[in-house]
């Protein structure tokens, strides 16, 4: 028996070790992504209407989304950007509820996801991300688009919504990581194992995109979901970036598991008060840049006739 606990240990360790190396091996990508192709629950079982969606990359990779339209007149749309596991099928119940609410809703698996082409990684899934963000704001124009990234998704949105060319009208962040880095030597230090390497293997993470430093540069409305429970990523990583981030924010403090969020109707309407007062904001810029393009349009005109 003694032989037995001792081979089992043995088994234990290098099967723990051979998991370090992949993570070495593969630049520390095993720590963030955990891709399946099995579908979960689609919109059609809840009843939903829901349009597939086929978007290529920059670097020639195919996504595979839904769009789900708003039942009744859209107020906006929200595009959705999930964590680090699974797929859309798996995640779409946490904004399912919008178009009930008046919002469209886009979600879309990273590359190496469901039915997404290519293998994750950090690099890559930003430019997924921002493909997406694209296709969303072309689709809804002119209603405003929002940003609503969970885990994963959330540190994905700050940076896609940094680079981005053309912006969203908000972000809302939910249960977040303040750094790749960060959370990673986190997740390293929790196992004897991997204790030692937490400061060698955190580092082959590409630190030139970290969402702490980028988040106070966002001119953006901000909110930022954390639960104080949170088992997953630590409530001080929201905190963090809520503290960074430049106004207007706000910090909704919660108590639910990671990423289980919209269970609580209380939390969703947190979300349906910030949609409203920044869409209503957007919709009086719209109003003003169109009055002041017609005055422009009056004086011009004037001018022509005083010159002849």
Not at 101 to 117: C, E, H, L, Q, W
Not at 156 to 185: C, T, V, Y
Not at 233 to 247: E, M, W
């Amino acid at each position: 028996m003694a032989y037995l606990l001792l081979d089992r240990g043995r088994r234990r360790l290098v099967g723990a070790m051979a998991g370090v190396m992949l993570v070495i091996l593969s630049g520390c990508t095993s720590l963030f992504f955990y891709p399946d192709n099995r579908q979960y629950v689609t919109p059609d079982q809840l009843r939903l209407a829901f349009e597939e969606v086929q978007l290529s990359t920059s670097d020639d990779e195919q996504l595979y989304g839904w769009w789900l339209p708003a039942e009744g007149q859209p107020q906006g749309t929200v595009y959705f950007l999930h964590g680090n596991a699974q797929n859309i099928s798996a995640h779409f119940l946490n904004v399912s509820w919008l178009p009930g609410a008046g919002y469209n809703v886009f979600i879309i698996d990273y590359r190496g996801f469901g039915m997404s082409t290519g293998s994750p990684d950090l690099e890559g899934v930003l430019i997924d991300s921002m493909a997406g963000l694209d296709w969303a704001l072309d689709r809804s124009d002119p209603l405003p688009v929002f940003v609503l990234g969970q885990s994963l998704g959330g540190a994905m949105a700050l940076l896609a919504s940094h680079e981005a060319n053309r912006k969203p009208e908000g972000l809302i962040i939910d249960g977040a990581f303040a750094g790749f880095r960060r959370i990673a030597q986190e997740k390293l230090n929790q196992s004897w194992i991997t204790w030692a390497l937490q400061v060698p293997l955190s580092w082959l993470i590409p630190a030139n995109r970290e969402p702490l430093s980028i988040v106070g540069k966002l001119d953006l409305p901000l909110l930022f979901i954390h639960s104080n429970v949170d088992n997953v990523v630590p409530a001080h990583h929201g905190r963090l970036l809520y503290a960074a981030a430049s106004p207007p924010k706000q910090f909704l403090a919660t108590e639910t598991p990671h990423a289980a969020t919209f269970a609580v109707d209380e939390y969703r309407q947190t979300v349906l008060d910030f949609l409203l007062q920044h869409r209503n904001s957007a919709a009086d810029r719209q109003i003003a840049h169109s009055q002041s393009a017609a005055e422009s349009g009056v004086s011009d005109e004037k001018s022509e006739r005083h010159a002849r």
